[in-house]
T-cell receptor, first 117, second 109 residues
Framework: GAVVSQHPSRVICKSGTSVKIECRSL??????MFWYRQFPKQSLMLMAT?????????EQGVEKDKFLINHASLTLSTLTVTSAHPEDSSFYIC?????????????FGEGSRLTVL | GQNIDQPTEMTATEGAIVQINCTYQ??????LFWYQQHAGEAPTFLSY??LDGLEEKGRFSSFLSRSKGYSYLLLKELQMKDSASYLC??????????WGAGTKLIIKP
């Protein structure tokens, strides 16, 4: 089946540093990928839609200069949290749809737990 | 506005049956998903309904009534490993996925 892989699964960094998270579609090409954030005991919150070859579309309230998204190929999107602060600590999850499947089902990466000290 | 409502938490007994309800109000409808999410993990797909009726898949079934803006996820023969959050999500007319807050299901022996 379709698989989306995310790396790293866990990262701890110091306040003020930048962290890059990678999201790969392993057996299909994804022109669009979605980045979510989830705080403890809360639902998924869409941060941005990553579009291959063009700029990402950010949801209201999400700082595009802080959360840099690059979708340079049909199988890879990256999210960089710049100048991370403790309030950025969260579970970040990417997802993508397989265009070969008509259901529109979202396949999720494993998630990346970011802890900013 | 668009919203999806589902209970925050439910408790059930191992071996029993539980029904998790989801009601939605969205601008258009292009399908409803149920996902399972264990603590600290990413969601995994359970079911997809786009037409009215019941979809059965093993111990899990999902029902949809578009006229009522209503769905439920039915879990039979509950196992301890079913303890998780269950997320209802609806695709609207723009194919945007609207997420419910999730229902935390606690299974007791």
């Amino acid at each position: 089946g379709a698989v989306v892989s995310q790396h790293p699964s866990r990262v701890i960094c110091k306040s003020g540093t930048s962290v890059k998270i990678e999201c790969r579609s392993l057996d299909f090409q994804a022109t669009t990928m979605f980045w979510y954030r989830q705080f403890p005991k809360q639902s998924l919150m869409l941060m941005a839609t990553s579009n291959e070859g063009s700029k990402a579309t950010y949801e209201q309230g999400v700082e595009k200069d802080k959360f840099l998204i690059n979708h340079a190929s049909l199988t890879l999107s990256t999210l960089t949290v710049t100048s991370a602060h403790p309030e950025d600590s969260s579970f970040y999850i990417c997802s993508a749809r397989d265009p070969g499947r008509g259901s529109g089902e979202l396949f999720f990466g494993e998630g990346s737990r970011l802890t900013v000290l | 506005g668009q919203n999806i409502d589902q209970p925050t938490e439910m408790t059930a007994t191992e071996g029993a049956i539980v029904q998790i309800n989801c009601t939605y109000q969205t601008s258009g409808f292009n399908g409803l998903f149920w996902y399972q999410q264990h603590a600290g993990e990413a969601p995994t797909f359970l079911s997809y309904n786009v037409l009215d009726g019941l979809e059965e898949k093993g111990r899990f079934s999902s029902f949809l009534s578009r006229s009522k803006g209503y769905s439920y996820l039915l879990l039979k023969e509950l196992q301890m490993k079913d303890s998780a959050s269950y997320l209802c999500a609806v695709t609207d007319s723009n194919y945007q996925l609207i997420w419910g807050a999730g229902t935390k299901l606690i299974i007791k022996p």
